[in-house]
């Protein structure tokens, strides 16, 4: 079974701070996906970054990068230049190759202080 | 429309009685997922469809529990004689199979409350 683990239940940052986000996972597939989701306090869980694991780079989306480490088995998310409406839950996400169910850690509240 | 929606966006329900919640994909997306969310938690996967095609629902609590999507569109995840247990938000997300691959788009859930 495949699982993710967020080992920070909850982080703050100083206003246009960077601050940086902790996953593991833990899987023996060689093809899957990983995804960093925002969840404001409205609840809709929207997209912030992916990364396919065959790809080396690490994925980057103007303010957020990911550090992805495939040996380690893990997947950090970097937000730089924090703003107050970056507070929210986030959630590190697994997904095997295919139109598969996704796998979520328990998330990790950040708090932006201005 | 835009996004995916769902409704009633909240339900309270007395113990025992049936729900229904719906879910409204983004036009053209092919497959849907629903995932239940606990008070603090990440959400957890219960059943797939693919078109009309029910592929897993092996996340499904209990038989209590039990989705359709007959004309591959819009989906009704039902929970009969509900428990209190069952309280949770419920998420329901679309994904377009031949865009960005294995990107699911979520709905703002739909909170249920069984008093």
Known sequence: AQTVTQ???????????????????????SDYY??????????QMI?????????????TENRFSVN?????????????????????MYFCAY???????????AGTRLTVKP | GAGVSQSPRYKVAKRGQDVALRCDPISGH????????ALGQGPEFLTYFQNEAQLDKSGLPSDRFFAERPEGSVSTLKIQRTQQEDSAVYLCASVFIGGTPDTQYFGPGTRLTVL
């Open chain 1, 34 to 43: 990983l995804f960093w989701y925002k969840q404001p306090p409205s609840r």
């Open chain 2, 30 to 37: 092919v497959s849907l997922f629903w995932y239940q969310q």
């Open chain 1, 68 to 88: 992805f480490q495939k040996a380690a088995k893990s997947f950090s998310l970097k937000i730089s230049d924090s703003q107050l409406g970056d507070a929210a």
């Open chain 1, 47 to 59: 997209l912030v970054i992916r990364q396919e694991a065959y790809k080396q780079q690490n994925a």
């Open chain 1, 95 to 105: 997904r095997r190759g295919g139109n598969n169910d996704m796998r979520f850690g």
């Open chain 1, 7 to 29: 080992s920070q239940p909850e982080m703050s940052v100083q206003e246009a701070e960077t601050v940086t986000l902790s996953c593991t996972y833990d899987t023996s597939e």
